[in-house]
């Protein structure tokens, strides 16, 4: 993977330069940070779920008129995407209070919303991704009024297209957060979902149970995180749960580079 020029390096993914102008390679990562990057881990097969995750996911979205940066995947931890100028926000929606809304209102986790909520916060490690309202979003320029409701509008969208996704594998999407970027067109730019959709950056809770499958598992010490993802990915038809004991196969996935 060192024969490509990296661009840039995040927590849980690098970028390379990809094989064509105006492409990039985003490679999963099995690193996993929480608050802020305090907490550190490496969790073995953690991106080659997400790679695969994530594809599915915007897959899914592209058929219903979303557009997104994914091209293809190449192997198990990459994937050919969009280049494009990041927003630089970070689009959370909400159905049910939890993590940071439900401490910051006071109101229980688990408790359903009275509707959808969208949430904006500003793309900054240094200052701890604060939260942002429209006004400062306009007045400092990050995105346009027509940009925010382009992002607002296509987020509620995919909140309603995926919480029917997992619903039919019997998980609740509790909140996600999204990514958007301009792409570069031959006359001005066009916004489309952008990073990833993983269990990394979601809340998915098992309807029955409420057992989180989900990143909460690192952040909250609850241990079997990988397992977790790996159920999202089975329940979603991915990998095949073909273990010897009726078990998902994680050799399936974490085998290939
Ligand atoms: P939130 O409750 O705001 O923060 P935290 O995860 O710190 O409790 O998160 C809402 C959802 O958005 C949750 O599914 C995690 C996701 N998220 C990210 O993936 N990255 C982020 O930087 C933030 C702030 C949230």
């Known amino acids: 993977m060192s024969r490509r020029k990296q661009i840039y390096e995040g927590k849980a993914k690098i970028l390379y330069e990809g094989p064509e102008p105006g492409t990039l390679i985003q490679y999963f990562k099995d690193d996993a940070t929480a608050f802020n990057a305090q907490k550190k881990a490496t969790l073995d097969g953690k991106g080659v ?5 994530s594809e599915y996911v915007m897959l899914r979205l592209a058929e219903i008129g979303i557009p997104t940066h994914f091209l293809k995947r190449i192997n198990m931890r990459e994937q050919l995407i969009k280049k494009v100028d990041i927003v630089p926000l970070e689009v959370i929606c ?9 401490k910051r209102l006071g109101i229980e986790e688990g408790e359903a919303l009275p509707r959808s909520i969208v949430e904006f916060c500003l793309k900054r490690d240094d200052l701890g991704d604060p939260l942002v309202a429209e006004e400062h979003i306009h007045a400092f320029g990050w995105a346009t009024p027509e940009e925010v409701d382009e992002m607002v ?13 997992f619903s039919g594998i019997g998980i609740n999407l509790i909140d996600f957060k999204i990514e958007f970027g301009r792409l570069a067109l031959a006359e001005g730019h066009q916004i489309i979902l952008a990073d990833e959709i993983s269990p990394d950056s979601c809340r998915l809770w098992d309807r029955e149970t ?8 690192f952040r909250r010490d609850l241990g079997n995180v990988t397992e977790a993802y790996t159920e999202v990915a089975t329940r979603l038809g991915i990998i095949k749960p073909s273990g010897p004991n009726g078990k998902p196969h994680l050799s399936v996935v974490s085998n290939e580079e």
Do not use: C, E, Q, S
């Open 153 to 165: 509008a296509m987020t509620l969208r995919i909140n309603d297209y995926l919480r029917g996704l």
């Open 210 to 217: 409420n057992k989180k499958l989900d990143k909460d598992r």
């Open 94 to 102: 909400r159905n049910v209070a939890a993590g940071t809304m439900a």
């Open 49 to 53: 779920l997400n790679n695969r995750i």
